[in-house]
């Protein structure tokens, strides 16, 4: 767990093992949540990082989608598990 300070603006720095870990780099976007006692803060995909995602599937050249959800699912659970243990 990493400490930040609030700056008389109310801003604090994110970790660099943070931003590392969530991809965040200059100028990307993240969600903030407020819940209960705690401030959640996510990194936001623009369109450009998601562009393409699915061209493989577009051309033909891909799983039908029943594959594609069952492989998606499974490395959502993977991401959930590892990130369990941390």
């Known amino acids: 767990m990493a400490i930040a300070r ?8 994110l970790p660099s093992a943070a931003r590392r870990k969530l991809g965040i780099k200059l100028n990307s976007r993240v969600e903030i949540e407020v819940r ?3 401030i959640a803060v ?13 061209s493989e599937y577009a051309k033909g050249k891909s799983a039908d989608w029943e594959t594609i959800r069952a ?16």
């Open 6 to 13: 609030v700056s008389s603006k109310g801003q604090i720095t």
């Open 36 to 38: 209960d006692n705690e």
């Open 42 to 54: 996510r990194p936001v995909k623009s369109i450009s990082e998601v562009y393409g995602a699915l």
């Open 71 to 86: 492989e998606t699912m499974r490395a959502v659970a993977e991401e959930v598990v590892n990130e369990d243990r941390q």
